[in-house]
């Protein structure tokens, strides 16, 4: 059995452009830069709301987060980007 000298082929990880600049797909990116600020942004301000809840009423703190769950689950069961 004889060894072959070819080089073996290899997969690009980018795809070129004619000018020769790589292609990137930006399809979602939107999507994605929202699906990370939101939450941040939520957590955010229900840590707020909780830290004010113990400097106000500090026997009322544990169960801050519960009440407004509970809140959002009564005016928007579907969701907050849900359809009715």
């Given at each position: ?78 969701g ?5």
């Amino acid at each position: 059995m004889q060894l072959s000298n070819k080089k073996p082929t290899t997969v690009p990880t980018q795809v070129a452009r004619p000018s020769g600049t790589p292609l990137r797909s930006q399809a979602g990116q939107a999507l994605v830069e929202l699906a990370f600020i939101v939450p941040v942004l939520l957590l955010l301000t229900l840590g707020v709301i909780e830290g004010f809840t113990k400097v106000i009423y500090p026997e009322a703190s544990n169960i801050v987060v519960f009440v407004i769950m509970a809140l959002v689950l009564i005016l928007r069961p579907a969701g907050l980007f849900g359809r009715e």
